[in-house]
């Protein structure tokens, strides 16, 4: 019996992924368990092409995800269907606080009107959607929703908001992971933390890896991030995250809350918090920012059912 664990972390020139998979003869794949974890990442453009057709001969596949469906992305769904198989099991984030293996939550919306600047910035957006079909290049459509949601994303709309807020929800920010989208806008957020209390530190890309280990030992408080975060850490006595930036699909959006709903032996009676910008929608159709709160807010009124018998 044999044991190969591999990391995707390589990038698509050195994927062990494929190697591995080419390697096998069909009488070793025939007796070959493939099990893929975050196999939400197998449905990728990229993942796609290198992978198709590699695993047929595996007789026993397994995909593990707590957010296994790429949203807007049929493609990779299907690939993932047909590389892995259909869905078995599932238990969704309320199951989960509902058996107590998660921790309850108190959910803090924070509405926000977009500024003239913003409003500037999506007309932008349309024009330079207009020149490119004028060119014979259109946009993806893809293309046209991430440079407007990178507005929504950027407003600075927001930072009054969250001082003002901040001001009187100050042990908010004690065990607190913020998400921003780039580190310019992180660096006006951290200026508003600063603030309030000392211990806060940046965590982007070029940050070294010893500033997440000082949060693990609590010598520091908050840390402001990017994408860096949303997977891979398991800090139980994290208690709030603060969504400057959330994408429309939930993927991204479960991944970020996941960080703070980790259960708590020190604390057993752990409540998290969850902070979130929504956008006015003028009076318009339900937005993506209101949907996802009402969400949340459904997911906020769950508690343990174990704790109320």
Request: charged fraction near 30%; hydrophobic fraction near 35%; proline fraction near 4%.
């Amino acid at each position: 019996e044999r044991i190969l664990l591999v990391s995707r972390r390589g990038g698509a020139d050195r994927d062990p992924i494929t190697s591995a998979l080419r390697s096998l003869d069909h009488r070793t794949a025939k007796r070959t368990l493939l099990i893929h974890d975050e196999v939400h990442r197998l449905g990728s453009e990229g993942t796609r092409g290198r992978l198709a057709g590699l695993s047929d001969a595996v007789r026993y596949r397994l995909g593990l995800s707590a957010t296994p469906d790429r949203a807007y992305d049929e493609d990779g769904n299907t690939f993932i269907e047909q590389h892995i198989g259909p869905v078995l099991f599932s238990f969704e984030l309320s199951d989960a606080v509902e058996r107590g293996i998660l921790a309850p939550f108190n959910y803090h919306p924070l509405t926000y009107e977009l500024t003239q600047e913003d409003r500037a910035r999506m007309r932008d957006v349309y024009r330079k959607k207009a020149a490119r079909a004028a060119a014979g290049d259109p946009m993806r459509d893809e293309e046209v929703w991430r440079e407007l949601a990178n507005v929504h994303k950027t407003s600075p709309a927001k930072l009054p908001v969250f001082d003002e807020f901040i001001a009187e929800h100050q042990d908010l920010l004690e065990r607190c992971i913020v998400f921003v989208q780039t580190k310019e806008y992180g660096k006006q957020v951290l200026e508003l933390i600063h603030k309030y209390r000392p211990d806060f530190h940046s965590y982007f890309t070029d940050e070294h890896s010893t500033t997440l280990r000082r949060f693990a030992r609590g010598d520091l408080q908050c840390l402001v991030t990017c994408h860096r975060l949303s997977e891979g850490i398991d800090i139980q006595s994290l208690n709030t995250v603060i969504l400057f930036s959330s994408d429309r699909a939930r993927l991204e959006t479960i991944q970020r809350i996941g960080r703070c709903l980790r259960s708590d032996p020190s604390n057993p009676q752990k409540v998290a918090n969850i902070v979130d910008f929504i956008r006015d929608s003028d009076g318009e159709a339900q937005n993506s920012d209101e949907e996802r709160a009402a969400w949340l807010t459904e997911l906020a009124d769950l508690r343990c059912k174990e704790s109320d018998a």
